[in-house]
């Protein structure tokens, strides 16, 4: 059984809920209550819909156990789905008016002159914290960035067997090179190469910056 564990954040930095709920009830805090199917529906229609009722009531339960007294009463008469949505819309407006303060303040904020380094370091750090405290959690899975894994991933040894061109341009090689300390005349400082794999004729332009690469 795998559990998900979520948590929602205020805008003091305290933690208002902690939830931990198996991940086959997930969909209840993500998704609205249905419609009743009704007495004449399809059996699988009115087992599904018991079964959403259930779950519903059970993480429902949970959340309540879960939050302060106060905010017990204010979603006492709600289901699940409802219980977040209205947790995540009071928490997550008074965590972007503080980080918005936090982060406008951060900006702001400068080194007085004559004043010591190191309490101005550790004023940055307070402001850096402060705002990674109000992050809200969002309550959604995050899909694997494959591309983030492959770029981390070491690359196979090279086999030193190369493919060559079979015919004149069939393949071209290229690099650019600069800026060099010394400007050539007519000011250029870098230069961009192409070779003819096939052929290995070589040509070098001469470039004054590296954006007439493109």
């Given at each position: 059984?795998?559990?998900?564990t979520?948590?929602?954040i205020s805008?003091?930095g305290?933690?208002?809920?902690?939830?931990?709920i198996?991940?086959?009830?997930?969909?209840v805090?993500?998704?609205?209550v249905p419609?009743?199917p009704?007495?004449?529906a399809?059996?699988?229609?009115?087992d599904?819909?018991?079964?959403h009722?259930?779950?519903?009531?059970?993480?429902?339960?949970l959340i309540?156990?879960?939050?302060?007294?106060?905010?017990?009463?204010?979603?006492?008469?709600?289901?699940?789905?409802?219980m977040?949505?209205?947790?995540?819309?009071?928490?997550?407006g008074?965590?972007?008016?503080?980080?918005y303060k936090?982060s406008?303040?951060?900006?702001?904020y400068?080194?007085s002159?004559g004043?010591?380094v190191g309490?101005?370091?550790?004023?940055?750090?307070?402001?850096?914290?402060?705002?990674?405290?109000?992050?809200?959690?969002?309550?959604?899975?995050?899909?694997?960035?494959?591309s983030?894994?492959?770029g981390?991933?070491?690359?196979?040894p090279?086999?030193?067997?190369?493919?060559?061109?079979?015919?004149?341009?069939?393949?071209i090689?290229?690099?650019?090179?600069?800026?060099m300390?010394?400007q050539a005349r007519?000011g250029?400082q870098?230069?961009i190469?192409?070779?003819d794999?096939?052929?290995?004729?070589?040509?070098?332009y001469l470039?004054r910056?590296?954006?007439?690469?493109?």
């Amino acid at each position: 059984m795998l559990v998900m564990t979520f948590s929602l954040i205020s805008s003091d930095g305290g933690i208002v809920l902690h939830l931990g709920i198996e991940e086959s009830k997930e969909y209840v805090i993500e998704e609205p209550v249905p419609n009743d199917p009704g007495a004449n529906a399809p059996r699988v229609d009115k087992d599904k819909f018991k079964k959403h009722m259930e779950d519903m009531l059970g993480v429902g339960c949970l959340i309540l156990a879960t939050i302060t007294p106060e905010l017990q009463k204010q979603h006492e008469d709600m289901v699940a789905y409802e219980m977040i949505q209205n947790l995540k819309e009071i928490y997550e407006g008074k965590a972007h008016q503080e980080r918005y303060k936090t982060s406008k303040a951060l900006f702001q904020y400068k080194m007085s002159e004559g004043s010591p380094v190191g309490a101005h370091v550790i004023k940055l750090i307070g402001y850096i914290q402060t705002s990674k405290k109000l992050d809200p959690f969002v309550f959604e899975q995050f899909d694997v960035c494959e591309s983030c894994f492959l770029g981390k991933m070491t690359k196979d040894p090279f086999n030193g067997k190369g493919e060559r061109a079979s015919d004149l341009l069939g393949l071209i090689h290229s690099d650019v090179c600069g800026p060099m300390n010394t400007q050539a005349r007519g000011g250029f400082q870098y230069f961009i190469t192409f070779i003819d794999d096939f052929s290995r004729y070589g040509y070098i332009y001469l470039m004054r910056h590296k954006s007439e690469a493109l």
